[in-house]
T-cell receptor, first 113, second 110 residues
């Protein structure tokens, strides 16, 4: 298995633009998580899905952020409009409920200028 | 807010020495996990210890859990330069979601 795949690896965009981050979880994993990592706030859980259904989105900063999981093999995190304070590394992770451990992707480094 | 808090924030040791880092948390948990993150990379799962376990080993790693004190420790024995990384504890309470601490940056000098 290639692991959790995220794209793009790096994204530089101008303030006000729409940004879409993509994630392909490990086949057979039934939970998917989006985290954001910054120096100031560490790793923050934004949202997670179980069996493609959003379970907890309490970590989503504001209405500019939205996430979808249309099927078991794909999820997106969208920021519209983007702001400089959204600059961070965004990680996607997946897990199989029975194991408890997460497998993380390599992350998307987002810079909003 | 962060559930787990690691201590120390940074640690510098010589190759061959042991490295110990601690994690404290606030609420009851189902399990506690440790992850490693190399610079610019994603997190890698190291070890999981359940709330009814007190100690667990995996290779050169030893994890303890004291639920009465709400604390855990990670010991890396005979450290190597390749162990240089940030180490995070994460707690799972209800709902199968992990909450991460701020991490300990470990530098192993050759």
């Amino acid at each position: 298995d290639a692991g959790v795949i995220q794209s793009p690896r790096h994204e530089v965009t101008e303030m006000g633009q729409e940004v879409t981050l993509r994630c392909k979880p490990i086949s057979g994993h039934n939970s998917l998580f989006w985290y954001r990592q910054t120096m100031m706030r560490g790793l923050e859980l934004l949202i997670y899905f179980n069996n493609n259904v959003p379970i907890d989105d309490s970590g989503m900063p504001e209405d500019r952020f939205s996430a979808k999981m249309p099927n078991a093999s794909f999820s997106t995190l969208k920021i519209q409009p983007s702001e400089p304070r959204d600059s961070a590394v965004y990680f996607c992770a997946s897990s199989q409920d029975s194991t408890g451990s997460y497998t993380f992707g390599s992350g998307t480094r987002l810079t909003v200028v | 807010s962060q559930q787990g808090e690691e201590d120390p924030q940074a640690l510098s040791i010589q190759e061959g020495e042991n490295a110990t880092m601690n994690c404290s948390y606030k609420t009851s948990i189902n399990n506690l996990q440790w992850y490693r993150q190399n610079s610019g990379r994603g997190l890698v799962h190291l070890i999981l210890i359940r709330s009814n376990e007190r100690e667990k080993h995996s290779g050169r790693l030893r994890v303890t859990l004291d639920t009465s004190k709400k604390s855990s420790s990670l010991l890396i024995t005979a450290s190597r330069a390749a162990d240089t990384a940030s180490y995070f504890c994460a707690t799972e309470a209800a709902g199968n979601k992990l909450t991460f601490g701020g991490g300990t940056r470990v530098l192993v000098k050759p």
